[in-house]
T-cell receptor
Framework: KQEVTQIPAALSVPEGENLVLNCSFT??????LQWFRQDPGKGLTSLLL?????REQTSGRLNASLDKSSGRSTLYIAASQPGDSATYLC?????????????FGTGTQLKVEL | DAMVIQNPRYQVTQFGKPVTLSCSQT?????MYWYQQKSSQAPKLLFH???????NEADTPDNFQSRRPNTSFCFLDIRSPGLGDAAMYLC??????????????FGPGTRLLVL
């Protein structure tokens, strides 16, 4: 059974700092890994999806890396801003019944302070 | 530009009174999912449709049912809501192509309160 863990559970940083969020998974036989952002009381916004054949994906100030063999992914946020404050979730899929069952991590709650 | 739409955004129901949550999508994706997310927890898959094929998770209570009358719409029916069913319900879609996993696009969610 796939288990996904995120460290740290919460993080508070001053504006402008670069930061790294960590995600680990127990079963390395994954097709991809997806990072989401969730604002309080809102739905999930997809940030990046890394296919299993890829090492990195970049979108603006975000960079996600994937090391399947070690069961790890990181989300790097450059020059953090207060608007980046949210909970960040990573998720890996399990192919089932034609769809993908996402197993989510426990999330990292990020607060970027002025 | 909304791609996955959920209505209503907030739903209040009484203990035991049936309730239906709605999801629609403009992406023409062939897979639609329903997740339940309780406070401070990760989303948990309840079931999904691949086209018209319904796929229930083994631990989803019988109290939860779903309908997908066409590609664009999917409904979550809770037959007799209990206090423990209060949660955020998230609808998501993806376009299944072969074996590779595809990005799932989530709606804004419906927050259900059971009184």
């Amino acid at each position: 059974k796939q288990e996904v863990t995120q460290i740290p559970a919460a993080l508070s940083v001053p504006e402008g700092e670069n930061l790294v969020l960590n995600c680990s998974f127990t079963d390395s036989a994954i097709y991809n890994l997806q990072w989401f952002r969730q604002d309080p009381g809102k739905g999930l916004t997809s940030l990046l999806l890394i296919q299993s054949s890829q090492r990195e994906q970049t979108s603006g100030r975000l960079n996600a890396s994937l090391d399947k063999s070690s069961g790890r992914s990181t989300l790097y946020i450059a020059a953090s801003q207060p608007g980046d404050s949210a909970t960040y979730l990573c998720a890996v899929p399990l192919l089932t019944g034609g769809g993908n069952k996402l197993t989510f991590g426990t999330g990292t709650q990020l607060k970027v302070e002025l | 530009d909304a791609m996955v739409i959920q209505n209503p955004r907030y739903q209040v129901t009484q203990f035991g009174k049936p309730v239906t949550l709605s999801c629609s999508q403009t992406l023409n994706h062939n897979v639609m999912y329903w997740y339940q997310q309780k406070s401070s927890q990760a989303p948990k898959l309840l079931f999904h449709y691949y086209d018209k094929d319904f796929n229930n998770e083994a631990d989803t209570p019988d109290n939860f049912q779903s309908r997908r009358p066409n590609t664009s719409f999917c409904f979550l029916d809770i037959r007799s809501p209990g206090l423990g069913d209060a949660a955020m319900y998230l609808c998501a879609t993806s376009n299944k192509k072969g074996l590779a996993g595809e990005t799932q696009y989530f709606g804004p969610g419906t927050r259900l309160l059971v009184l």
